[in-house]
């Protein structure tokens, strides 16, 4: 089983408001990661978490916070978004053995900022 | 720096095989991965080349030439449901950072 889930599947928020996105894998993976998706464009890396410690910080912006409260769960916070944050949000998993190791990707949020 | 370019678009009939190429240009390349991704949806893991050489999973293959900074995939009795995304992206050696291509829209016609 590589399933990688994400909740919720879209999400439209305001400027002014705090939301979460959710991230969860039961495959004993300990590498996780926040990347963003522009249309038409690759993903990009803004966070690694490797044993629930932050690895990488792609210089995103502190308007989004990212959590890892335990190996399974990974969480975006949000807040004070702007409107080119609307993109699609993707969370991904690795062994964390090998850090090259694949990674598997969940489905995605999709996000709109208005 | 790295750089990693593929071909933006590509059309191939149903049935045929088709080649998508993948150049790159980093230093301390470790491995290079090729994923898929349909409209809207997460990428979905097809293929992982360390070693130079094919590596072949049913209707895909995937070759790489370290010394050349090359790869393809080959996709053979193509499908209307291959009509996706190929993202081909490199690691480098002790780094988490999986780096994409830009991708490459491949449409099946009929």
């Known amino acids: 089983d590589t399933e990688v889930t994400q909740t919720p599947k879209h999400l439209v928020m305001g400027m002014t408001n705090k939301k979460s996105l959710k991230c969860e894998q039961h495959m004993g993976h300990r590498a996780m990661y926040w990347y963003k998706q522009k249309a038409k464009k690759p993903p990009e890396l803004m966070f690694v978490?490797?044993?629930?410690?932050?690895?990488i910080n792609e210089s995103v912006p502190s308007r989004f916070s990212p959590e890892c409260p335990n190996s399974s769960l990974l969480n975006l916070h949000l807040h004070a978004l702007q409107p080119e944050d609307s993109a699609l949000y993707l969370c991904?998993?690795?062994?964390?053995?090998?850090?090259?190791?694949?990674?598997?990707f969940g489905p995605g949020t999709r996000l709109t900022v208005l | 720096g790295q750089n990693i370019d593929q071909p933006t678009e590509m059309t191939a009939t149903e049935g045929a095989i088709v080649q998508i190429n993948c150049t790159y240009q980093?230093?301390?390349?470790?491995?290079l991965f090729w994923y898929q991704q349909h409209a809207g949806e997460a990428p979905t893991f097809l293929s992982y080349?360390?070693?130079?050489g094919l590596e072949e999973k049913g209707r895909f293959s995937s070759f790489l030439s370290r010394s050349k900074g090359y790869s393809y995939l080959l996709l053979k009795e193509l499908q209307m449901k291959d009509s996706a995304s190929y993202l081909c992206a490199v690691t480098l050696a002790g780094s988490y950072q999986l780096t994409f291509g830009k991708g490459t829209k491949l449409s099946v016609i009929p």
């Open positions: 980093t230093s301390g390349f470790n491995g």
């Open positions: 978490y490797s044993y629930e410690k932050l690895s």
């Open positions: 991904a998993s690795s062994s964390g053995l090998v850090r090259t190791d694949t990674q598997y």
């Open positions: 080349n360390v070693l130079d």
